[in-house]
Each structure stands twice: as structure tokens, then as C-alpha cells.
């Protein structure tokens, strides 16, 4: 039996996993060694995508609307295709800014702007706090469920009073290990290796989890998936959730439409997955595996959700237990312990990661864009009031966890239970998706404004509030249900699920049409009748063309000592003064007086990354004298600086050309080097081939000369050999000159239509005497229909006769054999010559057909010959579209073989 107090343990001890892990990847970060540094681990961390509204929701949003989950996993796979364009673009962005949240993201495109950058924390706080109410919903109510095993609670939990709420506890907890985990370190701009290592391990957990669970309902409580949609076809319910577009099953096709667009714009602005996926990465080339593994991950977590909500219905077909909770309660049916601890434990590591990322990521945005503009404007503060703000910075952000949690504690008690989990995370999803007009336009549109941010975010806002959030407390009895049925004050055109009259959609793609369409319109419209300001002119060339990052547009005087004490002032003087000793080393600028617009900007870099862009350049502003620019003089900066870049891309370019010319021409100065030593070899070679028989020539006819008297047979035997020489050299260079003007294309050749046939019997003809000299029995196998080919009738019979005399070389001496053939093969013709000799061994098969190599240097002594034969017949061969080669056994013979295209045309 699970008791209250192993289940408490279990959890205590698994967070303590998590916080080890977390420790030690601080450690190894702290010592310069990277655990995260790792594509694997990076793509895992992105799965902090899948909460427990995954692993709790979607079995419920399945139980409910069959496919109808899909949506909300086809979106993200869809947004990661383009995430090499987008996302690559927005992280080179940040870490060029030392971007720290996705409202300083915003901010400093639009001007730095503090009112642009506490917007869209408003936004961002007030939207995800359904989210965090999600998680804790989703513990909570599992928790409880798990305490009361072997039985399976029935209905909703009853909240009860507030000091007896395990929610509230548990947020409190969740909050604890939030601080715990991502405020030890003031510059969030810095990773957080741990945190990120422990929520990769967690997405293993959750997944290995939920796996289990679907494991054991398919296989062991079914006989597969086969046995389980079997069963499910007998119970009419379930059919329909089958079925796309049905009224009372799956979500109609508008709604799939709006959902996936909705996810998609969820997976890249929602506050934790721009921590995770752009503050946290350490290298973009990661995205190459998050790109196939996040969605092969969304995939495999998802195999079983329909088998898992089947199973459910099936065996709690009177709906006593919450959809949501078939992952716990089946396995508890089953008294399967073990198992439903596990799933436990797979949800909890589902909303921990979200809710630690979450929070970790608002904080940071409730620091630097809505607290520390606002004391950035008292007295108190700007008269250095505290010497050291680092730590209060760091409580600033943990008092804001506290706070986060609270909030989304006190949605959970006002409206959380009117609602199922996917019900409550779209709200959310709804809500983030406001930022994409001003993200996705500041980063590809120049001319967005700030003018047309703010009214398109507040515009948004506003009506997601009115459409989505409102109704959600008037649906829990926190405002009259009248508001939702006839709309305020009886004005029907303003209910807030059929906004101006329109109907025919679900609540959140209602939501989603009207906010969007505002949010864009106005971010278009009003940044098309508005004019940029100098500052934001430039912001926007900046990000728009991130090449130009680094372009400081800057003037005035400003104090290296007064930069040092802003810096150590919210830094911490040790850190502060390590940045300074390094930018300084960097430029060797020692000794400074008087900062440069490269100073001013790096303090501001360094400010940036603690507390937030549009403070930064506010703490900047209060300590440099600054004179303003105006927008004409900020373009001719920036023209400038363009023209620096174009100029800089041209040199890349030729530096690009230079490289590439260099490594042609030491590939052209090797091959030189390469025919250089062929030209020696060659030389050498010939040389020494015509030196031979000139030396037998010049020999025999100084015998000659020096003995008149010789006797008439022996001067005639001497005459022949010197006869014999001089038509080997005749050959040598008839054959050397052939090969030259081969090799050239210089060589005339004369194709014309032949019957290959005839060049085979000319050749053995011409070669008859030789055979009967030698004694060699000649077989030949030739097809009665002719062998039309185009080609030189010549060059072949030469191709032949070397072949043939190479063969009567080599054959058997006591009983030599020749095999001839002719056949077709593939289109072609195919000629083999097959002769008893000795072989030729595997190693030599390939050199013989080089130029002055001969298979009897190593087999049979030197034969006659110059060794250029088979080399001109490849050659003659390739000429004609065949091929030349030679196989062989060493003791069995060998058989050179070349095939020609059947009447192929040539040109000559």
C-alpha cells in the first residue's frame, strides 16, 4: 500500500536527484568543463515543452476529442523546419546583445524602450500564470489521487480551506527549488548549466514514464494495439472520437488550424522556451540534432496517448474518474504500485521543468523590466543609495518566484477547476502568441516602430483578456455567468465568445482571430504612419541585419572610473573588475582616462545581461554625457558602417576567391610535380628500351664490319638479328608516337560501320603463321547473325593483334591453347582472348596495362616487346565507348576481355 508519507519521500528524493545533478553541472561549469555542451543534451532541454499537460492533458483532451491532440505537437514540428532561419537569426541576436529574456529581446529592438520591455512582462506574467496553475493542478490532483491507493478517487478534489491545501504547499515547495536551482548566480545572461542539465534528465524521466504506463495498457491489460482498437470499435463513443470534423467527437478542421498555428508560436515565444532554447545555447550548430530529435521525441511520448485514453473509457466507461487522470488510475486499478509511483513521479519531473524554467525566465523579466525601471526613477536609488546590488538584485528576482507561484496558486483556487488541463495551457498559449507581430516583424521588417508594438501588444492583450481570461473566472462563478451568455450589460454583440457577432468557432480560436488580427493590424498600420526615432532606426538596422551587430552609434564624454563604480555597483567589484582587466587586455587600452564608444558600449553589454537592456542603457545614460543624434547623422553612421561591411564581405570574398586559386594551383603545381616525374620515368624507360636493340645493332655490325672473312651462314644469322632489331626500335617508336598522339587527340581515326565479326577473322588471319609456328590450337566462337558496330576497322585489328600476340607469348609451351569469342552483353559486345599460360597475378592485373610494364618482368623473364601494347589497346578501346581489362588465376591462363557498344555512333 502507498502511504502518504513514501509517496512524500519518493518526491523528496527524486528533486534531490535533480538538484545533484544540477550541483554538479554548476561545478564542472564552474571548473571550464561543459556538461551541457552537448547537442543531445540541448535538444532534451527543449523538452521542457512537454509538461504535465502532456503527460496528464493530452490523455484527457484524447478522452475527449479522439486525434483532436494532435494539434498541439504538429505545430511545434512544423516551427522547428524553420528554426534554422528563425531561430538561428534570433540567437545570434541575443548573444551579440547579451539578450536576457524575451521582453529585452522586444525592448531593444524597439529603442531599448522600458515602457515597450515592462508591456510585454505584463503580458508574459499574466498569461503564464495559467500555465503555472496548470502544473500545479496537474501534481496536486495526481498526488492526491496516489494517496488514496489501492482506491481510485471518483469526481473533483475539493480544495478545502487554504492552510489544508496540498496545492499551496506544493507550490511553496516548487517555489523553493526554483530559487534553489536558478538565482545562485547574478548575470542570467551566464547559463545555467545545471538547471539545464537537470531538466534534460527530466524530459528522459517523463518519457520513460509515460512509455511505461503505455507499455502496460497496450500489452498488458490489452494484447497490443490491434486487440485494444478492436475492443474500442464495439464501443460507439469511442468511434467518433476517431473521426475528424464530427460534432461530438474529434475538433473540427478550423480548429486544428488554429491550434497548430497556435503551438507553433507557443514553441518560440513562450518565456521558457526562449530561455532554454536561445539564453541557455551554447552553440547553434546544436540546433542540427534538436531540429530531428525534438520531434522524434514529441512523437514517441505521444504513440500511446490514444491507447492510453481508450483503455481509460473503456474501463471507467461511466466517467467517475477525470480524464486527465486515466495515466494514474490504471495502473492503480490494476494494483500495480510500482508502476503508478512511477507515473507519479513522470509527472511531477513534468511540471517541475516547466515551472522552474518558467519561472526562472519571468523573474528575470520582473527584475529587469518592471522593478528596476521603476526604482531607476526614485531618488533614493539613483543617489547610490546601496554600494553592492547584487544581491539585492538576486532578491529581487527571488521574491518574484515567490510571487509567481503564488499567483499561480491563487488562478488555481479562482479558476482552475472550472477547466481541464489542455483548456488552461491554450490560455496561455494564447497569450504569448501576442508577442510574434513584434518578434517576428523586428527581426525581418526594418520599418516596425515602437509606436507599433505598444498598440498592437495592448490591443492583443486586451482582447485575449476579454475573450479568454474574463470568461475563464465567469465560467468558475467569479463573475456572473450573464457576462459569458448576453455579454456586459445585456449587449449581446459584445459577448465575449461571439465578439461583433461572430460565430462558428471554439472559444480559443475566437480568441486567437480577434487578438491577432488587432495586434497585427495596429503593429502594421500605426509603424507605417509613424516615424522611427534615431535610436530605434538603428535598433532595427541592427537586428534586422545582424551582420551589422557590433556597429556602435554613439557620441560623447563619458568617465572610465564612473563606468568601473556603475559596473562593481550591480556586478559585485570582484566581477566587474575582472570584466574590465579582460576588455582591457583584449584592446590595450591601459591607463585609460576617458572611455570610447567601445567602452561605453561593453559597460552597457555587461549592465544588459544583469538588468535587463532598456535599464542599462538608462544606468548608462545617468553617468556618461551623452549628445543626442539625430536620425540623419545615425544613418550616416550607419551607411557608413554598411558600406564598411560591404567592403569587408568583398575582401571575404576574395580572400574567399585567393584561398580557392591557391588551392588549384598547388593541386595544378602537384599534378606538374606528378608529370614531371612520369616525364623522367618516362624518359628513363625509353632510354633504355631503345637502347637495347641499338646496342644489338651496333654490336653485330662491328662483327660485321671488323670480320670480312666470316663465313656466309654465320654473317647471315648476324644480318637477320640486326634485321630483327631495327624493326623492334621501327615498333618502339611507331608505337611510342601512336601513344603520344592518343594521349593528345591528336590521333586520326576512321569510324565506320563494321561487322566486328570480320576485324576478329582478319586479325586471326594476318596472325595464322605464328600460331602454326608455335604449334598453338586455336578455338573460335563467333555468333551466325553479324555484329554491327561503329568503329576504326584498323585501330581495332591492332587492339587484336596484340591481344593475339600477347597470347602466343604466354601460352603453354608444350601444348598452348587459344580461346576466342564474341558475344553480347548489356548492349554491348563483348570480345574475350583466353590463352594456358602461366597467369597473371591479382597484384599485376592493373600495372600491366601502364605504359612499359609487361606481366613477364615477373612471371616469364622479359618477353619481347615494348611493354606498350596493352596501354594503347585501352586507350583505342575507351575511344570507342568500351572498356579493357584482364582476369586471371596465377596457373590457370588468363583472359583479356573488351566490349564495345552495339552500333554505338562515334564521332570522328
Known sequence: ?????????????????????????????????????????????????????????????????????????????????????????????????????IADFIASRYGKSALLGGLVTIIAVVGIVPYIALQLKAVSASFSVLLHYPDIMTGRIETGPIWSDTTLYIALLLATFTILFGTRHLDVAERHEGMVAAIAFESIVKLVAFLAVGIFVTFGMYDGFGNLFQQAQLVPQLQKLLTVGSDTGSIAFGSWASLILLSMLSLLFLPRQFQIAVIENINESHLNRAIWLLPLYLLIINIFVLPIAFGGIMHFPDGSVDADMFVLALPMQTQQQGLALLVFIGGLSAATGMVIVESIALSTMVCNDLVMPLLLRTASFRRNQYADLSKFLLNIRRGAIVLLMMLGYAYFRLAGEAYALVSIGLISFAAVAQFAPAMLGGIYWKNGTLGGALTGLCAGFLLWLYTLLLPSFAQSGWLPESFIELGPFGIEWLKPRQLFGLTGLDQVSHALFWSLLANLGLYVGVSLTVRQNAVEKAQAILFVDARALGTRVWRGSASVEALSDLLRRFLGAARANELLAQHSRQRDTKNLKMADAELVHFAEIQLAGTIGAASARAMIASVVDEEPLGLEEVMAILNETSQVIAYSRQLEQQSHELEQASTELKAANARLTELDHLKDNFISTITHELRTPLTSIRAFS?????????????????????????????????????????????????????????????????????????????????????????????????????????????????????????????????????????????????????????????????????????????????????????????????TFTFTLPLAATQET
Not at 543534451?41 to 503527460?55: D, E, G, H, Q
Not at 609487361?854 to 622479359?862: A, C, F, V
Open 702 to 894: 662491328e662483327i660485321l664490319r671488323d670480320n670480312p672473312s666470316l663465313a656466309a651462314a654465320q654473317r647471315s644469322e648476324y644480318l637477320d638479328i640486326v634485321i630483327k632489331e631495327s624493326e623492334r626500335l621501327t615498333r618502339l617508336i611507331n608505337d611510342v608516337l601512336d601513344l603520344a598522339k592518343i594521349g593528345s587527340g591528336s590521333a586520326e581515326w576512321q569510324a565506320v560501320a563494321l561487322d566486328l565479326r570480320d576485324v576478329i577473322t582478319d586479325s586471326l588471319s594476318t596472325i595464322s603463321q605464328l600460331l602454326k609456328e608455335n604449334s598453338i590450337h586455336l578455338t573460335l566462337e563467333l555468333p551466325s547473325q553479324p555484329a554491327p558496330i561503329v568503329a576504326d576497322h584498323d585501330r581495332l585489328m591492332q587492339v587484336m593483334l596484340n591481344l593475339l600476340s600477347n597470347a602466343v607469348k604466354f601460352c603453354d609451351q608444350t601444348q598452348g591453347s587459344i580461346h576466342v569469342s564474341l558475344n553480347t552483353l548489356d548492349a554491348q559486345w563483348q570480345v574475350a582472348v583466353n590463352d594456358n599460360g602461366p597467369g597473371v597475378q591479382e597484384q599485376d592485373q592493373e600495372l600491366i596495362f601502364d605504359r612499359f610494364r609487361q606481366g613477364g618482368d615477373t612471371l616469364t623473364g622479359k618477353p619481347q616487346g615494348t611493354g606498350l601494347g596493352l596501354p594503347i589497346s585501352r586507350e583505342i578501346i575507351h575511344h570507342f565507348g568500351g572498356r579493357l581489362w584482364v582476369q586471371s588465376r596465377p596457373g590457370e591462363g588468363a
Open 1 to 101: 500500500m502507498l502511504q502518504g508519507w513514501v509517496i512524500v519521500l519518493a518526491s523528496f528524493a527524486y528533486l534531490g536527484i535533480l538538484f545533484a545533478i544540477a550541483y554538479y553541472g554548476d561545478k564542472r561549469a564552474d571548473a571550464g568543463t561543459s556538461i551541457i555542451n552537448n547537442p543531445t543534451i540541448y535538444a532534451l532541454s527543449l523538452a521542457v515543452y512537454a509538461t504535465s499537460w502532456t503527460f496528464f492533458g493530452s490523455v484527457g483532451r484524447a478522452a475527449a476529442s479522439g486525434i483532436g491532440f494532435l494539434p498541439i505537437y504538429l505545430g511545434p514540428t512544423l516551427m522547428i523546419a524553420l528554426w534554422w532561419m528563425v531561430l538561428r537569426k534570433i540567437i545570434r541576436i541575443s548573444k551579440a546583445n547579451r539578450i536576457t529574456s
